[in-house]
């Protein structure tokens, strides 16, 4: 009697202290797996694993993608597994930090198809799972449709097994799916992938309910530690599951993509006699637009409305990965005096000079732009003040010999000021730009 009161007595225990929570999943093989309502596949596995360790108990509701945004929206379940990243769920839903794994989008089609550009999609259907980010995502084949001019009818459905039928029937000429469903799929021997691949994007799990933030700490805590250990339980799921590495596969899909791109090239240089006039006219505006659009014409730098955007791409980088973002306002000295002097073509040559000079000591995941006549703004991500200090030497140092060399007095101040999250790009851009200043007067006396 003694010992069934304590089993009783363990277990009650053991449930008040368990948490639940339900978790929305969709048809995403070999990534989630729903087989005779057993779910495996690699995020149930990892999720079970740390949900285990950390005494969570999980109810997973298997459903349609659309069908899970909903019942998440209603709060009918507390996390959804498997989610991309984009502007518009991150407005209404909260995105764990850590992410999965990553993957990219493909177009798949019929063995004998002889679909290998985007050009080969025009006039044709083309079948699309319902919100699917590799649709309606802003690198998405609808974007990457309309940018390029071409009429495509895309199909909706609600999972990716009935756009695999749909292929096979021939009802549409290609699909497109997750990289890691579609090679899940042919290996089942009916389709293969085109050289058309586009989008990567990291997977993460969306909350409604704020009240989970502890629960959402805990999984990214145990997930960073899983993904930092080589021998981890994390690994073993992948390569049990996924064919490559998650490494290996970029650096293939890379060489791949240049290689496609290369091919691309070569095959417009040979249809160009054969294209429509009317579309050859809309691709090069449009290429020229895009161009005019986002670099300034002198300096083939980022011109202001580009950088303030991907600007702000790196301060929403910064909020999450909590890196630190430095800021810098750059103004060339003596520039009014040597258009008077020496005459604005060579005013434009120090502008150019500056420009190259500045390019050539950041990284290329920096931000250089031009805000407008002499001056500059750059966006250095996971920067320190101390760092940025030595970048404006190595600057300086390098216009001095330039400015020896010619005789002309080129020099710049700059002024660099640390990112937090109470600042607006404005605020921070003319506070960097107030503290340039300091500088200029510290340096003209």
């Not at 009014?336 to 950041?362: E, L, R």
């Not at 109470?422 to 340096?443: H, P, V």
Request: net charge positive; aromatic share 12%.
């Amino acid at each position: 009697m003694t010992r069934i009161f304590m089993l009783i007595f363990t277990l009650i225990v053991t449930l008040s202290f368990s948490v639940t929570l339900r978790v929305g999943i969709y048809e995403y093989p070999p990534i989630i797996i729903n087989e005779k309502n057993e779910i495996k596949g690699v995020l149930p596995e990892i999720l079970n694993f740390i949900a285990k360790k950390e005494d969570i108990h999980l109810e997973y509701k298997y459903t349609t993608f659309e069908k899970c945004f909903e019942l998440l929206k209603n709060e009918d379940i507390d996390i959804m597994l498997g989610v991309g990243y984009t502007k518009e769920r991150d407005e209404k839903f909260e995105y764990n930090k850590i992410p999965f794994i990553n993957s990219r989008g493909g177009v798949f089609v019929l063995e004998d198809s002889k679909i290998f550009s985007f050009l080969d999609i025009n006039n044709k259907k083309v079948g699309v799972l319902k919100k699917d980010i590799y649709y309606e995502g802003p690198n998405g084949l609808k974007n990457i449709a309309k940018t390029m001019g071409l009429n495509i009818e895309f199909v909706e459905y609600d999972n990716y097994s009935d756009i695999f039928k749909a292929i096979l029937t021939k009802e549409i000429s290609a699909g497109v799916f997750d990289y890691y469903i579609g090679n899940y799929f042919y290996e089942k021997k009916g389709i293969k992938e085109t050289p058309l691949e586009f989008y990567i994007i990291d997977l993460y799990i969306i909350y409604h309910n704020k009240n989970l933030k502890n629960i959402i700490e805990k999984i990214d805590k145990n997930l960073r530690e899983l993904k930092n250990n080589e021998n981890s339980v994390y690994y073993l799921i992948t390569k049990k599951y996924l064919k490559e590495n998650s490494n290996d596969w970029i650096y293939a899909f890379l060489i791949i993509s240049t290689i496609v791109f290369l091919f691309l090239i070569i095959i417009v240089i040979i249809m160009k006699k054969i294209i429509n006039q009317k579309t050859k006219e809309l691709q090069l505006k449009n290429i020229e637009l895009k161009r005019l659009a986002s670099l300034d014409s002198l300096t083939k730098v980022y011109n202001r409305r580009m950088g303030f955007e991907l600007l702000n791409h790196l301060i929403f980088l910064s909020q999450r990965k909590n890196k630190p973002l430095i800021i810098g306002f750059i103004d060339i000295d003596n520039l009014k005096y040597i258009n008077d002097n020496f005459g604005h073509s060579i005013g434009d040559k120090i502008i150019i000079t500056v420009s190259k000079i500045i390019k050539k000591n950041i990284r290329k995941s920096d931000i250089l732009a031009r805000y407008g006549g002499d001056e500059f703004f750059v966006g250095l991500y996971d920067c320190n003040i101390e760092s940025a200090k030595r970048i404006e030497k190595n600057i300086k140092f390098e216009l001095a010999n330039i400015s020896k060399s010619e005789n002309l007095p080129i020099n710049v101040s700059i002024g660099f000021i640390e990112y937090n999250e109470n600042e607006t790009i404005d605020s921070l851009i003319s506070k960097a730009d107030k503290i340039m200043y300091q500088n200029k007067r510290k340096n003209k006396h």
